[in-house]
């Protein structure tokens, strides 16, 4: 039973991992960059709700959904300000600039909201389901993280596989210059998957602090590598993937720190990692690129 | 029959070097015209210009009365000026259906004309409607070519750029892609047509332009530069 519920808390913990994740995988499958960024957006994402609801006490479903308006500016923007005028630059400039805008968010961050911890007030509302006669405790937060990431894969899914804008980000993933003839607007397509992945962040924002709550300006740093990892783990730029690698991290996680040891979990997670990328250099779903001439 | 296309003293840079000098042709409404030259001539580089991939240094190119060499790539589709890129750059993990949904990407006319346009290509390009629910990646190299076509046709244009369609095609496909052109060609598209292939390419055509190292050294009839000596021994294989 005590299996289950580590089992169960990780599944949860891989969700928000999971969510994460898409961002970075969707990102990097469409703009071809890694925004290391990406997790100090969920940090904002999660002061915006912390301030929404804890502090103005307004409604927990209308603080996330401030929060995910804001975040989905806050991408775009960084997006437009800082990464479209590097379109064709080397990858390693990129990089480098998404680093700094990462430092760039925290340090602001810092300087607004102070470095102190701050206690978040849980966005979940739900009593926790006690089964087996009490000996299996799920928390309203672990039910709500899991069903908000498995509702939004879906919708995902749905949404890249069954539209035509989905289908347009399909084909600037494979072939930007061809997209661009059949008359795909490539801007506003990498806006776009910028806008659904902070959106997505500030999801995951909410439900990280709600699960552990402090919040700091560093909070988005480690889960933000993690997801990172996740993404990789599952194969970069699949949003199945993403969602596997996230699971199965979270669970990883979740279980070393149970059964081996707490200090040496993170250890662990990133030392799965580098097995799985010597078994299987792709990702567990990552596709080989097969080039047909 | 207008001008439909022309290109004026274009001039295109990569870095320092000066890919095509001053390069300066026309195509007329309903025609086929062919733009042929070895490797490295520029010919791929001038497609690219007028589809809007690359920009010009200097000159200008006009489409139907609009001046496409200041806009950008997916704009000018919505012209009706439609590119089948060389290496055919289908949609591999988009299935033959999506990628000729992907070509009718910009068409607002509605889901009856664009099926009307869907059965138009099924009844041009059998072998597509077989394959319809297969990844473009496990097509053969004809076939991948065939659906660059089609799906170039699925946003109804009224002109088609054609980059290298025989590259790496056996005899008997080149054969059949290039009637594929002809029959595109008499359906009213006006087709312009970037070949190594001078032999086919001429055949087809009804003006050629010959493309060496960034600019235009012949131009005329094609049956007539078919017949050119020193055409014939440059592009012919003519002792």
């Not at chain 1, 290391?36 to 912390?50: P, R």
């Not at chain 2, 290509?121 to 319809?132: A, C, G």
Request: charged share 15%; aromatic share 6%.
């Amino acid at each position: 039973m005590q299996f289950l519920t580590y089992l169960i808390n990780g599944i949860s913990l891989g969700s928000v991992y999971a969510l994460i994740a898409l961002g970075y995988t969707m990102v990097y499958g469409i703009a071809k960059m890694l925004n290391f960024a990406h997790g100090d957006v969920i940090m904002i994402g999660s002061y915006v709700v912390f301030f929404a609801f804890g502090s103005f006490g307004l409604n927990p479903i209308v603080s996330v959904l401030l929060s995910m308006v804001v975040c989905t500016i806050l991408g775009i923007t960084i997006e437009r300000v800082a990464y479209r005028p590097l379109r064709g630059a080397p990858s390693l400039a990129v990089l480098i600039t998404a680093i700094g805008v990462s430092y760039l968010l925290q340090q602001v961050a810092q300087l607004l909201w102070k470095s102190d911890p701050k206690s978040f007030k849980s966005v979940v509302g739900l009593q926790p389901v006690s089964m087996f006669g009490g000996q299996l405790v799920i928390s309203g937060e672990t039910i709500v993280t899991i069903a908000a990431c498995i509702v939004i894969m879906i919708a995902l899914t749905l949404f890249i596989n069954h539209t035509s804008t989905g289908h347009a980000m399909l084909a600037v993933s494979e072939d930007r210059g061809a997209a661009q003839l059949m008359g795909v607007n490539v801007n506003a397509t990498i806006s776009l998957t910028f806008a659904i992945g902070s959106a997505l962040a500030a999801v995951a924002g909410a439900l990280l602090c709600s699960s552990y709550p402090t919040l700091q300006p560093t909070t988005g740093a480690m889960p933000g590598i993690k997801a990172f990892v996740a993404a990789v783990f599952g194969g970069i730029g699949s949003i199945p993937g993403a969602f596997i690698g996230g699971i199965l991290l979270g669970v990883i996680e979740n279980l070393s720190k149970a059964y081996i040891s707490t200090q040496l979990s993170d250890a662990i997670v990133f030392m799965v990692l580098i097995v799985v990328l010597l078994v299987k250099p792709t990702g567990l779903l990552g596709k080989k690129i097969n080039v047909k001439v | 029959m207008g001008e439909m296309l022309s290109v004026k003293n274009i001039n295109v840079f990569y870095g320092s070097i000066h890919a095509i000098r001053d390069v300066s042709f026309y195509v007329n409404e309903g025609e086929i015209v062919t733009l042929i030259g070895a490797n490295g001539a520029g010919k791929t580089t001038t497609m690219h210009a007028i589809s809007g991939l690359l920009k010009l240094e200097r000159g200008e190119i006009d489409y139907c009365g609009h001046v496409i060499s200041k806009m950008e790539a997916h704009k000018i589709i919505r012209l009706g000026l439609a590119q089948v890129p060389e290496g055919r750059r289908v949609f591999s993990g988009l299935t033959v259906q999506q990628n000729l949904q992907m070509g009718a990407y910009t068409r607002k006319d509605g889901k009856e004309a664009v099926q009307n346009d869907f059965d138009m290509v099924f009844d041009l390009l059998p072998r597509l409607k077989e394959r319809r629910n297969q990844p473009a990646g496990t097509l053969s190299g004809g076939e991948q070519q065939m659906l660059a076509i089609g799906r170039a046709l699925m946003c109804k244009p009224k002109m088609l750029l054609l980059d290298e369609p025989s590259m790496g095609l056996s005899p008997l496909l080149v054969k059949e892609i290039f009637k594929i052109i002809r029959d595109v060609n008499r359906n009213g598209v006006t087709v312009l047509l970037v070949e190594q292939n001078a032999k086919m390419a001429l055949e087809i055509a009804n003006r050629a332009y010959v493309l060496e190292t960034g600019t235009i050294k012949m131009e005329g009839e094609a049956t007539e530069l078919a017949n050119n000596i020193e055409v014939r021994k440059a592009y012919l294989g003519a002792q």
